[in-house]
Nanobody, 124 residues
Framework: QVQLVESGGGLVQTGGSLSVSCAAS????????VAWFRQAPGKEREFVAA????????LYADSVKGRFTISRDNAKNTVFLQMDSLKPEDTAAYYC?????????????????WGQGTQVTVSS
């Protein structure tokens, strides 16, 4: 069973960059699709990005395409989300999630393992 722990959140100014990480435990990590979702206060959790088992396929929400980059290092059981050109509307708690699906999906219900979240705040 894969367990996920996020880290790397913090406070950054508009236009700045931040990287968050998702460290996983469990021998099956290399066979999981991993995604990042985010949730701002009073809003529903929304998809941000996802990456396939081997890292060959990625998927991004339109709102972050061209600004965020998802990657993974299976040898280190870690998935990264590099966030550039940050905007105040990117402020949210960021969660990583894992799915046994081979290809990435935006569907929240496809992910059955979740981390506890890490806060990202972008000041204007």
């Amino acid at each position: 069973q894969v367990q996920l722990v996020e880290s790397g959140g913090g406070l950054v100014q508009t236009g700045g960059s931040l990287s968050v990480s998702c460290a996983a435990s469990g021998r099956t990590f290399s066979r999981t699709t991993v995604a990042w979702f985010r949730q701002a206060p009073g809003k529903e959790r929304e998809f941000v990005a996802a990456i396939s088992w081997g890292g060959g396929a990625t998927l991004y929400a339109d709102s972050v395409k061209g600004r965020f980059t998802i990657s993974r290092d299976n040898a280190k059981n870690t998935v990264f989300l590099q966030m550039d050109s940050l905007k105040p509307e990117d402020t949210a708690a960021y969660y990583c999630a894992a799915s046994s699906r081979i290809l990435p999906t935006m569907t929240l219900a496809a992910y059955d393992r979740w981390g506890q979240g890490t806060q990202v705040t972008v000041s204007s």
